[in-house]
């Protein structure tokens, strides 16, 4: 955080004492800029800076001003950290330009079976590049052999989660080979994703680009995801999710619906998704409520004939779905539409493929 200030001369002395006045007075560790380096850690992509990075994020949060985490353009291992909030201010920076982090091996016992980078009650706290090697490839591996009880008892970790956060900025990342979902999103509130890119490949198991479940006013923009499973799935629970300018493929395009786990599940509300191009289906399989879709200026291929697909629940139909602008291609072929217990307007466009809202049973 640089601040500029513009004053005469004469002035500058004294300002000068009063703002380092006031940072004393401010907070007892007067902390404005760290960097994890100087709570131990070692980028030698070998020793563990789990311990250096939840040094560093206690001392952030316990400051009473902001704090720029600065993670320098080196490589480090790190074991699952779970960081936790609230904290004293809400302005944490990450600053990890030209970084990377490094996940231990899915048999590592120090990576946790949910995630590998977990925020928790979090408020405020942007990460600003990075580059996130979620290490996967073995476990994939493991899980397509014959053998795949000799992966258990790891179940993968999805790389990063914010859960119960609010506020945050999560800008020029990339997340590369997650060994589940690469960035999850639960019960959060006001997220942007600006310019994340997303990658694994198109033939690896539940790698999920972006998952939003129970959160709401998510922005999801300028954002590259290619990756083996549903590039954006939106779990229950979601409401106004806006998602612009995403391209997305290898993956299976975007997926609104239910986690199936039987309970009555809240439903997805208030979905937009603008100038975004996709190879691979678009999907609305459901059983939660659904209403609200927008899907405007879409192009792509699909991977699978029905190039979308509108599979509400008979019990309780997706409502509102609006369609505006839509080009999806199959590689073979004429691709098709499917709509079950779904109510939508065709706006304006052309769409292809065609789709008859007043048909859907
Ligand atoms: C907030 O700051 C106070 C000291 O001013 C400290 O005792 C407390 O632990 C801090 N809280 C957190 C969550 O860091
Ligand atoms: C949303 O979060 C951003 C930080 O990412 C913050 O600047 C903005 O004020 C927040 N908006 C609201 C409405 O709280
Ligand atoms: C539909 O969702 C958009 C955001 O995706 C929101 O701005 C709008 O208010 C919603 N409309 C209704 C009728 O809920
Ligand atoms: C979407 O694309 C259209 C046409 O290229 C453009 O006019 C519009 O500003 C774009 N909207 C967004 C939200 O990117
Ligand atoms: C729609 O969903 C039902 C129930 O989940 C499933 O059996 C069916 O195969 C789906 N149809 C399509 C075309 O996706």
Same mark, same amino acid.
């Given at each position: 955080m640089a601040t500029v200030i513009m004053v005469n001369s004469s002035l *500058? %002395? *004294? *300002? =000068? @004492? +009063? =703002?380092v006045l006031l940072q004393l007075f401010s907070s007892t560790s007067a902390v404005n800029s760290i960097t994890i380096e100087n709570f131990g850690a070692i980028g030698d992509g070998i020793t563990d800076a789990g311990p250096a990075m939840l040094a560093a994020w206690s001392a952030a949060c316990t400051s009473l001003v902001p704090v720029d985490i600065l993670? %320098?353009?080196?490589?480090? +291992?790190?074991?699952?950290?779970?960081l936790n909030g609230p904290c004293n201010n809400s302005l944490i920076t990450f600053q990890?330009? /030209?970084s990377t982090l490094l996940a231990p091996d899915y048999k590592d016992t120090k990576l946790s079976s949910d995630y590998w980078i977990r925020f928790n009650g979090v408020q405020g706290v942007s990460l600003i590049g990075g580059f996130l090697d979620g290490k996967g490839s073995? @476990?994939?591996k493991c899980k397509a052999s014959t053998n795949t009880a000799s992966c258990l008892p790891n179940t993968g970790a999805s790389s990063l989660g914010f859960l119960n956060s609010k506020d945050i900025l999560v800008q020029k990342l990339t997340s590369s080979d997650s060994k589940l979902f690469h960035l999850v999103f639960l019960s959060s509130r006001n997220v942007t994703l600006d310019h994340v890119t997303i990658k694994a490949p198109g033939d690896s198991p539940n790698t999920d680009g972006i998952h939003v479940q129970g959160s709401t006013q998510v922005l999801i923009q300028d954002t590259g995801i290619m990756t083996g499973d549903d590039c954006i799935s939106v779990g229950p629970g979601t409401q106004d999710l806006q998602i612009m300018r995403v391209n997305c493929g290898p993956g299976h395009g975007i997926s609104i619906g239910s986690l199936g786990k /039987?309970? =009555?599940e809240a439903g997805v509300e208030g979905v937009l998704v603008r100038n975004s191009t996709f190879s691979g289906s678009t999907n609305g399989d459901s059983g939660v409520k659904v209403s609200n879709v927008t899907y405007s200026n879409i192009v792509g291929t699909s991977a699978t004939p029905i190039a979308m697909n509108f599979n509400c629940s008979t019990t309780v139909p997706c409502e509102e779905i609006i369609l505006e602008a839509i080009n999806l291609n199959l590689i073979n072929g004429q691709p098709t539409s499917f709509c079950h217990s779904a109510k939508g307007t065709v706006r304006a466009g052309v769409i292809s493929p065609t789709i008859n809202f007043n048909t859907c049973t």
């Open positions: *500058l %002395p *004294l *300002l =000068i @004492f +009063f =703002i993670v %320098p353009r080196k490589t480090y +291992f790190l074991t699952s950290v779970v990890m330009e /030209g073995d @476990f994939w /039987g309970a =009555i």
